[in-house]
Structures are given as structure tokens and as C-alpha cells.
């Protein structure tokens, strides 16, 4: 049997293109390519002013001549090029849907559909991380560079993580009475079921970050966001950096954007993006049972953080309350002054380092504006995976365990944290 075609496509349903139809799709992708030249040149431009890139002596005599170059090329040959491709590319967003979705491959088999009561509970990995993925130019302001570098290298990290865990594809753990704990580790975790990135600016880094997802783990969501004049009136040229694969097929997805970026956010299209997958059968039929769970960073003054609404509706398995932390919990943001260190490039040394106090001091970044820390000190965690149960529903969430991850180190500015979830239904 043939599969449906793109065009056009089936009512809700999720199509590789976010147009319509081929025709939209190959002038944006003209559009693209019109801006690629003032893009790079703009790019190289502004790497060469990054604060921890300037160089001293005669290599900065390199560097100027450098930027030199790249500013006659942006003159001669970007901006021509970028106003016609500018004018298309910003009337093309008009029909264009906030992300792209690539299939699962055929040959790849999701996992069998959880059946309750014959399979009593299901337990489902969540893996976040913060990638830096921007532009070269950008990632340098963050002390980082080498975005498509640093994409292969951080698929390879995460395609270790879709080996199966030791409960098997889908088992659970007895689980242990009393709160969950924390678990530093210097991989990442076994078992994933679903990945989501953040600061996938980049679309080249985001391409190979899909090509490396797709056909190892399952349907992914890339290149997400609202671009292009939007309500208010705000210009959006950078996406919301956000990326989803799961292992369990994808039934529907929607993305809002934030209304009200300020500074360097203002440009980019940072929001909410939803996702709802179909993970088992229950007696009244196919149905997507896995509970609301939402990952990614709350980037805020730290007294915003703690006391924002979100932890009102959802759970945080690190936090104790407002201001109050789990002793096990990490902070999750690196020291920009110490990333290039030896220690800070090694899985294994970060991790031994973050175990004793002395070595978080060190490497990871703390409260900003002089805020108060707690005792021992854990750095700033700016990293949530947080679940609820479905409001009236029939699933009873309980975590099994939270685990930060250094296997990014020397790759980003962050931790990846984990989640192990056990979703039961009780009968």
C-alpha cells in the first residue's frame, strides 16, 4: 500500500513542509538562498567583535583585515542579493506553518502501544539540553564556536542514549519508596523516548542534529517558530531554537509564541511548542496517554524563576518550594570563564569535579545580581523538566529518577537533565 501524498495534505495531519504547497516551499527555499550571502558575511562580522574572541598583537591586524573582507563582500554581493530575498522571505511567512516535521523512516518500528491492564505501568525518558547552537558569530559571545562541528558531535553524544536501558525498550523499576533522587552522570541516559533541544538556532546545525535523530529514534519537529512581522507589530528573524524527537509516533503538534521578548530575545520567536504523541491503547481505543510533561529553560531574574506560575500547574521533582531546592539538585549553566578548560571538555572530569563543592564553585555559574545561594552551594539551574498528571484523568505519574548529564561537555554551556517517568493507570 503507497503511502499518502504531501500534496496536498490530509486535514491535521503532520506533512515533512510547513506550506501548503511545493510551489511556496521552493520560493522560501529561493528566499533562503538570496540571504545566505548577507547572512554569512553579517555573521562573520560580528564573530570577529565576540568579547572573548578579540585577539591581541598581529593577529588582530589578522582579524581586522578579516573583517574587512567580509564587510566589502557584504557590500559587493550580500545586500543586493538580501533585499529581494528579504521582501519574498517576509511575505512567504504568511502561509507557513510554525515548524517542520521529518517522519519516522518505515523501516523503523515505534515501540509496542502501552495496553493497560495486561501492561499495569510504562516508564518514559525524557532527555532536555541547551544546545548554543546559534550562528558561528553569536555562539562566540557565549565563549563557543563551531555550531555545525558541534551539531555531529552532539548527535553522536545523544544517539548513545537510544540504546536500550537496562529495564528494557519499555520496563520500569521497582520503585523505591520515598522522594526520587538526583543521579550525576557522566553519559547520557539509556533508553530515551523523547529529546528536546533547545537553542537550535541554526538551521545547517539543526539539519544535521535531524539527520543523525531521525532515522536512529523516531519522528522529529525542527526549525520551529513564528517568523516575520507578527501582532504588536515585532519583527521575528530567528526561530525559537526549539526541537523535538520522540520514539513514539506524533499525532499533532502547535507552537505559541511568547508576546513579549525584550533585549536580545526580541528578534527571536522563543515560545511554547506542544507536541501530543500516541504511546498506547487503552479499551476505549487508540489514544495518546502520556502525561503533560514540559521541558526546557525559565530564563528570568532567579526570583522570577522561583516564583513563576508554571510551578503552580506543573512539578518540579527538584524543587522543594519557592527558593528551595532538592540537596541532591545541580545548577545547569557553565561558567563561560572556565569552558575551554581541560576538566570542563571531559564527560568524566566534569563530572568527578561537580561532586565536591570546590569543583561547582569552579565550573558552573551561580545566581545572578548577587542572589542569595543555597548551603551547599549548587549553582543556578536554569534547565526544568517538569510533569503533571492529565487534570480528572486516569494516569498516575510518579518519577523514578532525575539524572544531570555531562556527556555535552566541551559541546555547550549546560547540563542535560533527564527524567525517568512511571505512568501507571490504576484499575
Not at 48 to 76: D, E, I, K, T, V
Not at 170 to 196: N, R
Not at 199 to 225: I, K, M, Q, T
Not at 267 to 296: D, F, H, I, M, N
Request: glycine share 10%; proline share 12%.
Amino acid at each position: 500500500m503507497q503511502s499518502p501524498p504531501d500534496w496536498p495534505p490530509e486535514p491535521g495531519a503532520l506533512r515533512p513542509s510547513p506550506f501548503p504547497h511545493p510551489v511556496l516551499h521552493a520560493l522560501h527555499g529561493l528566499a533562503r538562498v538570496l540571504l545566505f550571502p548577507a547572512y554569512w558575511t553579517l555573521d562573520q562580522l560580528l564573530g570577529c567583535w565576540a568579547p572573548m574572541a578579540r585577539p591581541s598583537g598581529l593577529r588582530w591586524l589578522s582579524a581586522a583585515a578579516r573583517a574587512g573582507a567580509a564587510l566589502l563582500l557584504l557590500l559587493l554581493v550580500g545586500l543586493p542579493l538580501a533585499l529581494p530575498g528579504l521582501l519574498l522571505w517576509l511575505l512567504l511567512q504568511a502561509w507557513r506553518r510554525p515548524f517542520c516535521y521529518q517522519p519516522s523512516p518505515q523501516c523503523l518500528a515505534p515501540p509496542a502501544p502501552w495496553r493497560p491492564p495486561a501492561e499495569p505501568a510504562r516508564c518514559f525518558s525524557f532527555l532536555s539540553a541547551n544546545l548554543c547552537l546559534l550562528s558561528d558569530g553569536l555562539a562566540r559571545f557565549s565563549n563557543l564556536q563551531h555550531s555545525q562541528r558541534r551539531a555531529e558531535a552532539v548527535g553522536s553524544v545523544l544517539l548513545t542514549g537510544l540504546r536500550p536501558s537496562r529495564y528494557g525498550a519499555t520496563g520500569c523499576s521497582p520503585p523505591p519508596p520515598g522522594a526520587p533522587c538526583g543521579v550525576l552522570m557522566a553519559a547520557v541516559p539509556a533508553g530515551l523516548d523523547f529529546v528536546c533541544l533547545q537553542e537550535v538556532f541554526d538551521l545547517r546545525a539543526a539539519r544535521r542534529l535531524v539527520s543523525r535523530l531521525g532515522p536512529n529514534l523516531g519522528p522529529v519537529l525542527y526549525d520551529v517558530g513564528t517568523y516575520g512581522l507578527q501582532p504588536g507589530p515585532h519583527l521575528k528573524l530567528l526561530g525559537s531554537g526549539l526541537m523535538l524527537a520522540s520514539r513514539y509516533p506524533l499525532l499533532r503538534a502547535a507552537f505559541r509564541c511568547f508576546p513579549d521578548a525584550r533585549r536580545e530575545d526580541a528578534l527571536a520567536s522563543k515560545g511554547l511548542l506542544s507536541a501530543q504523541v500516541r504511546a498506547g491503547c487503552s479499551g476505549a481505543g487508540p489514544g495518546a496517554v502520556a502525561p503533560p510533561t514540559e521541558c526546557g529553560p525559565v530564563s528570568a531574574d532567579h526570583a522570577q524563576e522561583q516564583e513563576h506560575q508554571l510551578f503552580s500547574r506543573f512539578r518540579d521533582p527538584c524543587r522543594l518550594g519557592t527558593r528551595r531546592e532538592q540537596p541532591w539538585a545541580l545548577g545547569t549553566l557553565l561558567s563561560p570563564s572556565t569552558l575551554h578548560h581541560s576538566v570542563a571538555c571531559s564527560p568524566e572530569m566534569l563530572r568527578r569535579a561537580l561532586e565536591q563543592e570546590e569543583g561547582r564553585h569552579r565550573y558552573l555559574a551561580g545566581l545572578p545580581h548577587g542572589g542569595r545561594q543555597a548551603k551547599p552551594w549548587q549553582g543556578r539551574r536554569l534547565d526544568y523538566i517538569t510533569y503533571r498528571g492529565a487534570p480528572a484523568g486516569p494516569l498516575s505519574p510518579e518519577v523514578e529518577q532525575v539524572t544531570f548529564s555531562t556527556a555535552l561537555a566541551g559541546l555547550t554551556d549546560h547540563l542535560a537533565v533527564g527524567l525517568r517517568l512511571r505512568v501507571s493507570m490504576p484499575f
